[in-house]
């Protein structure tokens, strides 16, 4: 069964902290991306991959950064969390077209 | 700009009967589209594609068309029931771009027993 992990749930970090969002694929997908969700708006990407060490900007980059030193991992830095930043935060990956979604990290900024 | 335009009403139907969603794009030619459903607190989930030269998919109780020339795509389920109830989500794409996937905002849909 294909799988795309997240690793957290959910999560409560403070204000100013360095955030970092794990997501691990085992499909061997080329194409990883982030996205937060947020009511009203929807899927937001954030940033994506489509090979190791190449990262692409997304509709809304700002405050956030990537790394994807391997082919199945892909992670979402929040370099210092503001309360703006508390959200639904998806990863997905695809090899062409369909897309597989994580579980979805809902997180907290106080 | 491209533009995804979906439901923004929710949907309310009785079980048993055929739901319809809409999905209108603008500025956009995609070869492709795909339809997604959405649990609350979850990620979405694939449900099916259709190609442009392609009228009409079925799956089970689902069905998908796709018009390029009205720019629409709408999804029917059939025979409705309760635990259909989610949003779904369409999102069109091209070949060359399909590492991008544009996201409409999603119908929500209310299936009363």
């Known amino acids: 069964d294909v799988k795309v992990t997240q690793s957290s749930r959910y999560l409560v970090k403070r204000t100013g902290e360095k955030v970092f969002l794990e997501c691990v694929q085992d499909m061997d997908h080329e194409n990883m991306f982030w996205y937060r969700q947020d009511p009203g708006l929807g899927l937001r990407l954030i940033y994506f991959s489509y090979d190791v060490k190449m990262k692409e900007k997304g509709d809304i980059p700002e405050g956030y950064s990537v790394s994807r030193e391997k082919k199945e991992r892909f992670s979402l830095i929040l370099e210092s969390a503001s309360t703006n930043q508390t959200s639904m935060y998806l990863c997905?990956?695809?090899?062409?077209?369909?897309?597989?979604f994580g579980q979805g990290t809902r997180l907290t900024v106080v | 700009s491209q533009k995804i335009e979906q439901n923004s009403e929710a949907l309310n139907i009785q079980e048993g009967k055929t739901a319809t969603l809409t999905c209108n794009y603008t500025n956009y030619s995609p070869a492709y589209l795909q339809w997604y459903r959405q649990d609350p607190g979850r990620g979405p989930v694939f449900l099916l594609l259709?190609?442009?030269n392609e009228k009409e998919k079925r799956k089970e109780r689902l069905k998908v068309t796709f018009d390029t020339t009205l720019k629409q795509s709408l999804f029917h389920i059939t025979a409705s029931q309760p635990a259909d109830s989610a949003t779904y989500l369409c999102?069109?794409?091209?070949?060359?771009?399909?590492?991008?996937?544009?996201w409409g905002l999603g119908t929500s849909l209310a299936v009363n027993p």
């Open positions: 999102a069109p794409y091209n070949a060359g771009n399909n590492r991008k996937l544009i």
């Open positions: 259709i190609r442009e």
């Open positions: 997905a990956s695809s090899l062409i077209g369909e897309a597989f």
